[in-house]
Each structure stands twice: as C-alpha cells, then as structure tokens.
C-alpha cells in the first residue's frame, strides 16, 4: 500500500538516452525543442522525464500515456487520476517531486550557495510584517539561511493552493518558532491549521519545504524520507 506522501529526487544532470525523449507528451516535445540553450534544455527534458518515470512507477503505468493537465493558474495534475496530486520543484541539478494520496500538496526548494546576498526587497515585499521584525532582528550571519527557509515554505504553499506567485507571498504567515507552522492565510484556503508545514533537508546547498492539507492526513502523520530516483 502507497504512503499518504512519498518524495523523490533526481540527479539533472543525468545524461538522458534519446528512446526517453519518447515518453514525454507532443506538447512537452514541442516546448523542449523550442529551448536553443542546450544546457536549459536538457534539464528541461531530464526534468519531464524524470518526472514521468517516477508517476509511471507509482502509478504502474507507461510514461508516455499519463495525462498531465493543467489548472486555469498552471498547477500540474493527473487528468486520469483526481485522487492523487503531485508536485514538482527543480533548483540547480536537483529535482524534487512529492506525491500525495492525502489532499494537495506543494513543495520547494532552492538553491542557497552561490546566490544573491541581498534580501532587503524581497523581504519587505514577500514577508508579513512580523517575519519582516523576525528577520531584521537576525545577525548578518543568519539572515541568508532563514530568508530561503521562509521563502521555500510560502512557495510551497502558493503551489500547493495552485496560485503561484501572484497570490502574494506576504499574504502567507509564517511563525519563527520550530517546527514552523502557519499563522495566518487568505481566509479562502481556510484555517492556518488547515495545513501543515515541513522544512526539507534536501542536500548540503539546497533548501526546502513541503506544505500538505493538514485534515487529510492521518493523525500519526511523519514527514518520509526522500528516495532517490535514478532516471534509466
């Protein structure tokens, strides 16, 4: 019996056979044709096929006859399937897809070396004000670790919900405290205790988070591990 959630990464930089290119869907083939840097491009194809392996697995199903659809704001789904969600995020070579048999489900992670230093925008923008008093009472030190912390749980969020950036990001509040956990949403998503929240140790440089409908899962309800998955 499948798990509530199961979690898989991929290595992107797995070199991809040109018989995997058959699995992907006409229109899926047609955009990653259309890519001309051949780097984005082939992340491109290693994520839809990695993808598409992993739900063909799960489902016990060929790759190439599973239907993605799409919400009117861009949330993937299974078309055959409405009882299972999924979601995907990719951060330098690495993706992450979460599966759920328990209600929607979003995820996130982000690379945290090599990345801009300079939150100040983006936090008086994205962040609640109380975040913002959090994270400006931080030392210089610490402010770039937990500005991906928070960044990946409220894009978690957003993609669970299926809205995306537009939502507003400030409109999801997070508490400081550990484990993290909501204290206020758009009243339309329902009660912060609605959802529940979870940091994601995902490599040494990257950063994450997982966001799940809290009333759907079990009581006993443990974050699982992350299975790597070797696109073959």
Known sequence: MRNEVELYIVN???????????????????????????????????????????????????????????????????????????????????????????GAIGVDIEQTQAQRRDFSALVAKCFAQSEQNYWNSLPETEKAAEFYRFWTRKEAFVKAVGRGLAMGLQQCEIASAAPPYFLSLPEIYGLPSDWRLFDLSVTADLCGALVIENKYISANFTLPDIALFEIK
């Open 12 to 102: 992107l930089q797995t070199e991809i056979a040109a018989d995997l290119f058959a699995i992907l869907s006409p229109d899926e083939k047609k955009f990653a044709q259309a890519i001309r840097n051949q780097a984005l491009k082939n992340q491109h194809i290693a994520v839809r096929v990695g993808l598409r392996q992993i739900l063909a697995a799960y489902l016990n199903q060929a790759g190439d006859k599973i239907n993605i659809a799409r919400t009117i704001h861009g949330k993937p789904y299974l078309l055959d399937y409405p009882e299972i969600q999924f979601n995907i995020s990719h951060s330098a070579e690495t993706l992450l897809v979460a599966i759920s048999k328990a």
